[in-house]
């Protein structure tokens, strides 16, 4: 689900070197066996909420593990975070390496697993999110989408990341969640599209 660990996975995943697949928390075994399946996946980290299907998939694959996050159980990632150094230097990657593999949500067929280099996560701030949304640093971000997809990767993660914002993650999005979420956090930017184009034309909430 959309949280700040989550967010905090993704980051350390690119600080690693690794090759970042985000899914969504709604995937069952069928739909998480192929995604693993095509991208390989060894490692998974995942909300201890929606742990399941995920270890159960990955329990058949050899040399893979599963760490829950969201939890302060034994061999839990957050058990192991208070155990190690705070400081952890970049692994040194190219502009053309590959950073995530994003899957699209196969609704004409099969899903489609598309590769975008780290040069691609740096584009895409500094097009869109500079020129057009033009964060400000006091903005707080707001969306539904989910983090496994491009759009609420950008919108909720990368964008405010890039220029030094805020983003306030709902891991449950339904329309008056949402409408709470806006008030509570004083959203000034969102990811769905009335409110990011109330922000694209400076009206405040």
């Keep these: 689900p959309n949280n700040a660990m989550m967010a905090a996975c993704w980051f350390a995943v690119l600080k690693a070197g690794g090759v970042a697949v985000t899914t969504m928390p709604l995937l069952r075994r069928r739909e998480l066996t192929e995604i693993i399946e095509r991208a390989k996946v060894r490692l998974a980290l995942t909300d201890t909420h929606v742990a399941d299907d995920l270890e159960a998939v990955l329990s058949s694959r050899p040399a893979s593990h599963v760490l829950r996050f969201n939890t302060l159980a034994a061999g839990s990632l957050d058990a192991r975070i208070v155990a190690r150094q705070a400081r952890f230097d970049n692994v040194l990657t190219a502009a053309d390496d590959p950073a995530i593999i994003a899957f699209t949500s196969g609704?004409?067929?099969?899903?489609?697993?598309?590769?975008?280099?780290?040069?691609?996560?740096?584009?895409?701030?500094?097009?869109?999110?500079?020129?057009?949304?033009?964060?400000?640093t006091d903005d707080i971000f707001i969306g539904s989408p989910s983090l496994s997809f491009t759009y609420g990767l950008g919108g909720l993660v990368l964008f405010p990341m890039r220029f030094g914002a805020s983003t306030a993650l709902l891991e449950q999005a339904s329309p008056p969640l949402m409408l709470?979420?806006?008030?509570?956090?004083?959203?000034?930017?969102?990811?769905?599209?009335?409110?990011?184009?109330?922000?694209?034309?400076?009206?405040?909430?």
């Design 107 to 136: 609704t004409t067929g099969r899903a489609k697993g598309t590769v975008h280099f780290h040069r691609d996560i740096l584009s895409v701030t500094d097009t869109y999110g500079r020129h057009v949304l033009r964060p400000r």
């Design 180 to 205: 709470e979420g806006i008030e509570t956090f004083r959203a000034t930017v969102g990811t769905d599209c009335v409110f990011l184009l109330a922000r694209c034309c400076r009206v405040e909430f």
